[in-house]
């Protein structure tokens, strides 16, 4: 149906299949009474004014987006100015921090109950509020199932943390304490004063972690207000851009400006070269290819290392860099990352956006970048800073992040005279993250500086969910020595806050008979970033043999959503995604009104 800006013309809506039932007038009465038994007025519900839903992502459970309590006040108050009725609706809450086995496992949870409630309930928009890291994807997932015009309104991160006189991000300093915990540098005591630091205030991840990455990431796709992602939670701007968002999703109602009308493969490249030059976390391909999936567009993980891998890294932010949201808000944020990139012609400038805009005029007047949080494409933090996807016997596709190989990793293991790029250890292997505590420490395990760590069953099925599990720390008689790190490669995923250069996202994993189900400790392994492969070192038929006697070993679930996850979820890969549900596309038109 033609868009029309402001209802002029009034294109009939989707709510009023309920609320102005037409053949059934008893039917539209019983839809009716209990909408206006808080106060709505059948007038209102009569009026043909565009019902918002707000996805509130917020509550006790979920500290990361608590204030989006707050917030929707403000994005009811946009609704309503712009003539729209909101309807606030809980979600299946996601804690990064507090959810076991693993929050990833309620991602898809999220994202079912999401689409129930937009397709099963009178919404003719919604809004989006995410925060915390898997909430962000969950929430995008869903809308471009239903395809109803929708935008997300990010909930910022905290304030910048603090410690004995420097900055503590959120995540970053947890992995640097370890290191002084096991080192024997710090107590207990001073661990906890630590970590607590670095959380000051409401808003979650401050570094450029999972949640500050996959926010960034909405914005680059054009799901967001410009600006939207990096605003500091406590900040006033954010309630002034709730305000906005809010009166915005009124009038995509009225443009009919769906997700699919944004979600294009054109978003989805701009997508990943902004990853590359935000140092994004190696959670964003999964949750992006999930996106992508859902909504019909074509895009893997290769897509990631083609498009991305050469994207220099323009945010001086943790665990990359050394800054955090407030000062990459501040230096201008998403918008002049983008700008930055669009004057290098590495993005479409014409990809639409939910301003109904373009990419390219939303970002024309961003601050240009500053030379310290944000560096201008030709003077970089470091070249080729996407991630480089290997593949061979042990995996088919897993991904490392190159933006954060430290200097000391890449003298040690990539520039080695003869053997540029790639490097060969024995492998030790883990059977997921409680054999690894226990036994690290063994003065019986063979582990050495040549070591290569390994993790395994702990991918989507094997560890329902994925777990955060992948940087491993070298024995504490490593740490000691001066050894912070070893190679490190699993079937699970990694915090976006850790700076280890790991190997990660193996698909496929372990648990469904993925080439790492076959390693055995004191294997030789070999790592070729150049090539993109790794390989244990043995014959085919040696790996035959032990294929042959491989039997899959998946733990008991402990919850039938486990059991249910279990039996569905695919590969990392390809996004963890529910399979069969990928099936079900832009259900809003594709089935009709239920
Ligand atoms: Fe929620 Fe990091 S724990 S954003
Ligand atoms: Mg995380």
């Known amino acids: 149906m033609a868009a029309d800006k402001k209802g002029n013309g009034k294109r009939r809506l989707r709510s009023r299949e309920w609320f102005d039932a037409p053949g059934d007038p008893t039917m539209a009465a019983l839809y009716l009474e209990r909408y206006m038994n808080f106060g709505l007025t059948l007038a209102e519900l009569h009026s043909g004014r565009p019902i918002i839903g707000i996805a509130q992502t917020g509550s006790d459970l979920s500290p990361c987006n608590r204030h989006h309590i707050q917030l929707a006040e403000r994005v009811r108050d946009g609704i309503r100015d712009a003539g729209g009725i909101p309807i606030e609706f809980p979600v299946h809450p996601i804690q990064e921090t507090g959810k076991r086995p693993t929050a990833a496992l309620d991602r898809n949870l999220a994202y079912l109950g999401l689409v129930e409630c937009l397709y099963g309930y009178f919404f003719d928009g919604v809004v989006l509020t995410t925060g915390c890291d898997k909430t962000t994807p969950a929430m995008i997932m869903g809308a471009a199932t239903v395809n109803i015009p929708a935008i997300v309104l990010s909930g910022g991160p905290m304030l910048d943390g603090h410690f004995a ?31 607590a630091s670095s959380a000051p205030s409401v808003g979650h991840c401050n570094t450029m972690g999972t949640a500050l990455s996959m926010n960034s990431m909405a914005e680059a796709l054009g799901m967001s207000l410009p600006g939207c992602a990096a605003i500091p939670g406590p900040y006033r701007e954010r309630g002034q851009i709730a305000y906005e968002t809010g009166k915005r999703i009124v009038d995509m109602v009225w443009e009919d400006l769906k997700p699919s009308d944004i979600l294009t493969r054109k978003a989805f490249e701009n997508a990943i070269v902004a990853a590359s030059a935000l140092g994004a976390s190696t959670n964003c391909p999964p949750h992006v290819n999930a996106i992508a999936r859902h909504i019909g567009v074509k895009l893997d993980n290769q897509d990631w290392d083609h498009i991305g891998y050469d994207i220099p890294l323009l945010v001086n932010c943790m665990p990359a860099g050394k800054y955090l949201g407030e000062a990459f808000h501040r230096a201008g944020g998403v918008p002049s990352v983008m700008a930055e990139l669009l004057r290098h012609k590495k993005i479409h400038g014409d ?26 494409y030709d003077k970089p933090m470091l070249n080729q800073a996407g991630f480089a996807v290997l593949s061979g016997n042990l995996f088919d596709s897993a991904i490392m992040k190159t933006s954060v190989i430290s200097p000391e990793f890449r003298k040690k293991y990539l520039e080695r005279p003869g053997d540029k790029d790639a490097f060969e250890g024995t492998a030790i292997v883990f059977e997921g993250p409680e054999d690894y505590h226990h036994r690290i420490n063994d003065p019986k395990l063979p582990i050495d500086e040549n070591s290569i760590l390994f993790i395994r069953n702990t991918g989507p099925v094997g560890y329902p969910g994925a777990a955060e599990v992948v940087n491993m720390l070298p024995p504490d008689r490593l740490v000691k020595g001066g050894v912070l790190l070893l190679p490190c490669v699993g079937d699970g995923r990694q915090s976006g806050t850790s700076a280890s250069p790991s190997i990660l996202n193996a698909s496929p994993e372990a648990a469904v008979g993925g080439g790492l189900a076959l390693l055995k400790t004191g294997d030789r392994v070999r790592v070729d970033i150049g090539k993109r492969t790794a390989n244990i070192m043995i014959g085919d038929a040696e790996l035959e043999k032990r294929r042959a ?3 899959p070993d998946i733990k ?5 959503w486990q059991e249910l996850q279990r039996k569905f979820v695919g590969q990392l890969a390809t996004g963890a995604c529910l399979d069969f549900a990928v099936d079900f596309q832009r259900v809003a038109e594709t089935k009709g009104i239920p």
Do not use: C, H
């Open 165 to 195: 006189g420097g900055l503590a991000g959120s995540g970053t300093i947890v992995w640097y304490a370890r290191q002084e915990l096991a080192a024997g540098r710090i107590d207990l005591q001073k661990f906890l004063e630590w970590v």
């Open 556 to 560: 008991e679930s402990q919850t039938p």
């Open 351 to 376: 990809a639409l956006t939910v301003t109904g805009k373009t990419m390219a005029e939303n970002v024309k007047n961003a601050a240009p970048a500053d030379g310290d949080v944000i560096k201008a």
């Open 549 to 551: 006697a491989w039997k």
